[in-house]
């Protein structure tokens, strides 16, 4: 079955700077890569996602790139915010009824 | 347009009782599936269902634990005989279809005493 590892898994960065999280997977066969976000106490919310025939793809100040070929995919954060402190959780699915695989999740704490 | 909605949001249960999760997905989606998260861990899938059907049951403890997602009502995560190690949070996601986006309800925190 499928499986992602997600880097780092703690992030500290000071507020306004970026943020890079990265993800491998090892389903060449996954076409379908969501990124949530997950506060205290609350569901993953999906704030992006990528399909694999798109290398790149941007939302405001949060950006996603798909490196097919690598089986890599990272979140780009720009200009961070404290209120982007959070659990970011990459995931990635296949072709066919297929769940998410979901990585280990990385703490992101932005610093005023 | 609600979201998914999962009920209880918080559940207490001694050790060898029934827990009942209940999950109702997005209006117009017929996919749902569970993951269950322990404290300070990711996501594990558990069960993936359409509707009246398991479509994979891969992340289900063989015992103990069932699912349903009947052809009326909601989805249900059946948990007998609870011990300790199933406390955690269960959360809900539904798709409209295979392969479509998946969204995430608020989840269910079931403690074990």
């Known amino acids: 079955g499928e499986n992602v590892e997600q880097h780092p898994s703690t992030l500290s960065v000071q507020e306004g700077d970026s943020a890079v999280i990265k993800c491998t997977y090892s389903?060449?066969?996954?076409?379908?890569f969501p990124w949530y976000k997950q506060e205290l106490g609350k569901g993953p919310q999906l704030i992006i996602d990528?399909?694999?025939?798109?290398g790149e793809k941007k939302d405001q100040r949060i950006a996603v790139t798909l490196n097919k070929t690598a089986k890599h995919f990272s979140l780009h954060i720009t200009e961070t915010q404290p209120e982007d402190s959070a659990v970011y959780f990459c995931?990635?699915?296949?072709?066919?009824?297929?769940?998410?695989?979901f990585g280990s999740g990385t703490r992101l704490q932005v610093q005023p | 347009n609600a979201g998914v909605m999962q009920n209880p949001r918080h559940l207490v249960r001694r050790r060898g009782q029934e827990a009942r999760l209940r999950c109702s997905p997005m209006?117009?989606?017929?996919?749902v599936y569970w993951y269950r998260q322990l404290p300070e861990e990711g996501l594990k899938f558990m069960v993936y269902?359409?509707?009246?059907?398991?479509?994979?049951e891969s992340g289900m403890p063989k015992e103990r634990f069932s699912a349903e997602f009947p052809k009326e009502g909601p989805s249900i995560l059946r948990i007998q005989q609870v011990v300790r190690g199933d406390s955690a949070a269960y959360f809900c996601?539904?798709?409209?279809?295979?392969?479509?986006?998946?969204?995430f309800g608020e989840g269910s925190w079931l403690t074990v005493v």
């Open positions: 996601a539904s798709s409209k279809e295979s392969g479509n986006t998946i969204y």
């Open positions: 389903d060449s066969a996954s076409n379908y």
């Open positions: 990528i399909r694999s025939n798109v």
């Open positions: 995931a990635a699915s296949g072709t066919g009824r297929r769940a998410l695989t």
């Open positions: 209006k117009g989606h017929s996919h």
């Open positions: 269902l359409q509707k009246e059907n398991i479509i994979d």
